[in-house]
């Protein structure tokens, strides 16, 4: 069993719909990443947290350290939003970084 | 700042090879990080830097890789030799002290 889980593996959403990807997690962690991860192949941190909630623009990430768990919201999900979001746990106590596998995300016009 | 900054971007090799790839940290951070992505293994550290002093390398997979800093501006990874597996995109990233990490733009290597 992965250190880092997300679900799901794959989405498809139409335009404009609320997306919700999550992410559970079995390690002490200090903080979590959510990665978003182009077509191109680039990787850009959307969020760094490790308590409550962030919000940045269109995107909102939330986290529950008592249970383990992380979710990244999408609010009027466009095109351009189609990636590959990964969340990365950081471990307590040091900077390694434990990913989860990714979720595809398709967003049809 | 230009980011993180990698080359190259992209390398062919033979098997057998051996393969030297670059990283240039975000000027005032002060970790550094290897990482190799896969499809069938997904993202993974290979090794991390702090203030130039390797921290942990466990995550590299042999001893035919090595990585080194010799300051705070500079990194390699190296593959001596360079076989078919290690082929994959290889990502730098850098961040300063516990903050968020600020990733390269990958280097493709593919390994005839």
């Known amino acids: 069993k992965n250190e880092v889980e997300q679900s799901p593996q794959n989405l498809t959403a139409q335009e404009g719909e609320f997306i919700t990807i999550n992410c559970s997690y079995s390690?002490?962690?200090?903080?979590l990443h959510w990665l978003q991860q182009h077509p191109g192949g680039g990787i850009v941190s959307l969020f760094m947290?490790?308590?409550g909630k962030k919000k940045h623009g269109r995107l909102i990430a939330t986290i529950n350290i008592q249970e383990k768990h992380s979710s990244l919201h999408i609010t009027a999900s466009h095109p351009r939003d189609s990636a590959v979001y990964i969340c990365?746990?950081?471990?307590?106590?040091?900077?390694?970084?434990?990913f989860g596998t990714g979720t595809r995300l398709t967003i049809i016009p | 700042d230009a980011g993180v900054i990698q080359s190259p971007r992209h390398e062919v090799t033979e098997m057998g090879q051996e393969v030297t790839l670059r990283c240039k940290p975000i000027?005032?951070?002060?970790?550094l990080f290897w990482y190799r992505q896969t499809m069938m293994r997904g993202l993974e550290l290979l090794i991390y830097?702090?203030?130039?002093?390797?921290?942990?390398d466990s995550g590299m997979p042999e001893d035919r890789f090595s990585a080194k800093m010799p300051n705070a501006s500079f990194s390699t990874l190296k593959i001596q030799p360079s076989e078919p597996r290690d082929s994959a995109v290889y990502f730098c990233?850098?961040?300063?002290?516990?903050?968020?990490?600020?990733f390269g733009p990958g280097t493709r290597l593919t390994v005839l």
């Open positions: 990233a850098s961040s300063y002290f516990y903050n968020e990490q600020f």
């Open positions: 390690v002490g962690i200090s903080a």
């Open positions: 947290l490790s308590s």
């Open positions: 990365a746990a950081i471990r307590e106590g040091n900077e390694k970084l434990t």
């Open positions: 000027s005032g951070h002060d970790y």
């Open positions: 830097f702090n203030n130039n002093v390797p921290i942990d």
